[in-house]
């Protein structure tokens, strides 16, 4: 299957100034400052830019060399990027919630030059490991530290020391040099999150990213009316492009100030579109369908209507009358309100970086706020497929996007090949001859499958697979989305693989579960001791099993374990793009899982 549009040639340099040249004195970043949100024009982003790129240049870095950014979302971080394609410097963007010792392993093997970092809790992280890291010469702090360490400098004292340089206050001689990039040149390192192994720096080249951008600018509508609130980490590659593409086009771009104020940030900024993981959309489906007493009954009544207002309106048919005015009753005294909780005028979500269960989908779309499922890896920029108001399947990660083919490989392996596949892996080779076949076809390590329609559909991550010791395979990812969407569940992680059968760890909706604890008369006073309960613990298998009951035999899990603790990404149960760690999270519950087997086959609520 192919997407015949074609995209043309170009780099993140012409996406960048053209956006400037268009655009001027509009705003381009929102951010929150001494208590009020405030913005950045187009023109003062090409002037910090500028600056910033002449204060590299007077550092010593030239093209090719690497730099490194460990900050959370900010202007400043799209700041750095910009200013460090402007000088030809690869940069190589790090998650802020990693660890030193991870943080180490990036920077050693990018052989990063220079680092940015955001606050003082950022730099300490990297003077615990500065000494270990030969090539790292310079820090500049975002943030205006406690006390100035040796070799550290402030952003606004990089920005000084810019205008110094041709590059950095003559804007002919900067727009010369700029353009210098050409297609092909690598323009930044991305690693991969390393759900199984160790983290792999992805070389993509300007045209690799430009070309996704001018691709998805195509099938996405998206202008200089919307707001978008930035909330995936830049780091992330899907982030990263969509940020990107919403500065090419004049989008204002607000940043969220956490991830734990995404839900007063969207009220207060009020965005029309955003992109997000599929841990948002179930946290937020969680929080409404968690809603208590007479008020939760008319909730999932409203969400029973909506459901099948929007089956039929996805099959083509026209709602009938009395369903349509239900619906319109429901949107009154239910949706208007769980619009209102997201800003009260999203166009679309965009939903990416790992499967969002259909369910899911379904309700947000009746609900009247449109969730657009699509598909890529970091390796491809990352956008191969994405569903849009034209084609649109739930269940489906979409079409390819203008410019890509994929084809699905004998074994059920989902292959891409488009002008956003990666050069290949930095400084490894073998790895890169193992994801890139001859003929360009990256082999995505995905397992899915294309309708007669072209919509592609994703089963797993082949190594994700489950094969049980009777040799059956299990794909956990449907089975764990399907449970999701009880309202009981928080998270869910399927295990089993070489053994007797599957078995699910499962992390209840505390707030659901301990409301329905307290209406049976079931006192507690920890997580643990609800969970310990025997009516409960009935109660959730009950639940969790009854979401299951269109699975073959093999696949039905024949043991489930509560757990009191969630799964996150500081305790490493997760990678920083919210996907799990499914090596940690079975070697940390090893000794749960272990007992599993050594129980009857009985079905049986375990306690972790």
């Excluded at 780099?11 to 208590?35: C, K, M, Q």
């Excluded at 459901?307 to 429901?330: I, S």
């Excluded at 949706?335 to 259909?358: D, E, Q, T």
């Excluded at 003929?439 to 089963?459: K, M, S, V």
Aim: glycine content about 8%; aromatic content about 8%; overall charge neutral.
């Amino acid at each position: 299957m192919s997407n015949p549009l074609e995209v043309p040639r170009g780099t993140l340099i012409r996406v960048f100034l053209e956006a400037v040249d268009r655009h001027g004195a509009a705003p381009a970043l929102s951010y929150w400052s001494g208590g009020a949100w405030r913005s950045i024009s187009y023109l003062q982003v090409f002037d910090q830019v500028r600056r910033l790129a002449g204060g590299l240049r007077a550092l010593g870095l030239e093209r090719g060399d690497r730099a490194a950014i460990l900050s959370e979302n900010r202007p400043e971080w799209a700041l750095a990027d910009y200013a460090c394609l402007c000088a030809g410097i690869v940069d190589v963007p790090i998650y802020a919630t990693l660890v030193p010792e991870q943080i180490a392993y990036l920077l050693r093997d990018s052989g990063a030059r220079l680092v940015f970092v955001s606050t003082w809790a950022q730099l300490e992280k990297v003077m615990q490991i500065r000494d270990r890291l030969p090539a790292l010469e310079h820090i500049v702090v975002f943030d205006v530290p406690k006390s100035l360490p040796p070799g550290v400098r402030t952003f606004e004292a990089l920005l000084s020391l810019g205008v110094q340089e041709p590059l950095g206050n003559d804007d002919g001689h900067f727009r010369q040099e700029a353009l210098r990039a050409a297609p092909d040149d690598v323009a930044t390192l991305i690693y991969t999150s390393g759900t199984t192994g160790e983290p792999k720096g992805v070389m993509l080249t300007h045209n690799n990213m430009a070309s996704n951008i001018h691709a998805c600018e195509i099938v996405l509508a998206i202008g200089t009316a919307d707001v978008a609130l930035s909330l995936l980490p830049l780091s992330h590659a899907l982030q990263r492009m969509v940020d990107y593409l919403l500065f090419h086009v004049g989008c204002c771009i607000a940043y969220a100030r956490s991830l734990e104020s995404v839900p007063q940030d969207m009220v207060a900024v009020r965005p029309s579109l955003l992109v997000g993981a599929p841990r948002l959309y179930e946290k937020f489906y969680g929080r409404v369908m968690a809603t208590p007493g007479v008020r939760g009954k008319l909730v999932r009544w409203a969400k029973r209507v909506g459901d099948t207002w929007a089956e039929d309106k996805l099959a083509g048919r026209r709602p009938g009358f009395f369903l349509a005015l239900r619906h319109a009753v429901a949107d009154r005294l239910v949706f208007r309100k769980v619009r209102a909780g997201a800003g009260g005028r999203i166009r679309f979500f965009v939903s990416g970086s790992a499967p969002l269960a259909p369910a899911i989908i379904k309700f947000f779309y009746g609900a009247g706020m449109t969730i657009l499922e699509g598909y890529g890896l970091t390796e491809t920029s990352p956008v191969t497929n994405v569903n849009t108001f034209q084609d649109y399947r739930i269940g489906t990660v979409g079409k390819p996007i203008p410019g890509t083919e994929e084809r699905i490989a004998e074994d059920g392996e989902i292959l891409i090949r488009g002008p956003q596949v990666m050069r290949g892996y930095y400084r490894r080779p073998e790895d890169t001859r193992k994801a890139l076949d001859p003929d360009g076809w990256l082999h995505t390590g995905d397992i899915g499958e294309i309708d007669e329609d072209g919509f592609l559909r994703i089963t797993d991550r082949k190594k994700d697979l489950i094969v049980t010791a009777g040799g059956k395979k299990i794909a956990p990812q449907p089975v764990e989305n399907r449970v999701k969407r009880n309202r009981f569940v928080d998270q869910v992680v399927m295990v089993g693989d070489r053994r007797k059968f599957a078995a699910l760890l499962v992390v209840p909706n505390f707030e659901t579960l301990g409301e329905w604890a307290r209406a049976q008369g079931i006192s507690y006073s920890t997580r643990r001791e609800l969970i310990s309960d025997p009516r409960v613990q009935q109660f959730t298998e009950q639940e969790v099993l009854g979401e299951l009951s269109h699975l073959a035999r093999f696949e039905m899990p024949k043991k489930i374990a509560l757990l009191e603790q969630e799964f996150t990404i500081e305790r490493g149960d997760l990678t920083p793009t919210l996907k799990v760690k499914r090596p940690v999270v079975e070697e940390r519950y090893g000794e749960l899982i272990d007992s599993f087997y050594e129980a009857d086959e009985a079905q049986t609520v375990f306690v972790g």
